[in-house]
């Protein structure tokens, strides 16, 4: 029987994704393998290694190499008010249906470096909610949150994220919320003081808190069936009745066994809304 070099480098991702998961507790089984491996690939390079097996061997042994390789396994681009008619919908029509709760938790899955979570804060602020609101910031890689947290981003991307805001419906001047200094730009740490920043892995945690809006943006499309099909659920598990979910342009979940759990709230901007179901539907959907 004779193996292509194509057929060696998947062997070789399943290797490494299993020694991931065994070594280090993080499950990436279920991701999306054509655009693992092409990261891993990546990865290989930046490592100067001459193979996955050899980037595999250097994983095991030395435990400094797993930070890094995150960085490349998962995927933080991203930008302020990404998609900015995604935000103007959540501004006119979502968040007042969020204002009847005494109380709102958000929950931003994946929230990457940080840009989606500060849009959201910004967003709140502007319509008078952010002193009622926690948000809860996510993401798997610890490096990623650290960046979250800090707020600072490179200068010459901020002419596309005020191109971005002034789309959404922005009330002011983005410049109003950061200030710039060597390059970069550095966000009103205020709008973190309803922040929390936390380690949750959508491959093997499960609910951690009741929320009223998630938003999870081009998260799943990085995700096998199987696994959105659980991220999903513990999405629908976190939204009471009447509870928001807002995924990516390219995602959906009219497809997964969760389909049920929701309907359609703002069809182009892949917003959705929990529905109530009897109590036998929900397990069969489960």
Known sequence: ??????????????????AVWRRYGYDFRDYSRPSLQRRLERAQSHFDCGSLSELQHRLLHDVGTLPALLGFMTIQVSEFFRDPYYYARLRTDVLPHLATWPSIKVWIAGCANGEEFYSLAILFREEGLENRTIFYCTDINPSALEKAEAGIYDLDRLAGFTRN?????????????YTAAFGAARFDPSLR??????????????????????????????????LQDRALDIFARSLPVGGFLGLGSKETLHFSRCAGLFTDFATHEKIYRRNAVPADEARDAR
């Open 193 to 226: 003081k309803r922040a929390v920043f936390a380690d949750h892995n959508l491959a093997s945690d499960s609910v951690f808190s009741e929320v009223q809006f998630v938003s999870s943006r081009n998260v799943l499309i990085y995700f096998e069936r199987a």
């Open 1 to 18: 029987m004779s193996f292509t070099a194509e057929d060696v480098a998947e062997i070789e991702t399943d290797l490494i994704v299993e």
């Open 165 to 177: 805001y002034q789309a959404a419906g922005g009330r002011a001047s983005l410049s109003d919320y």
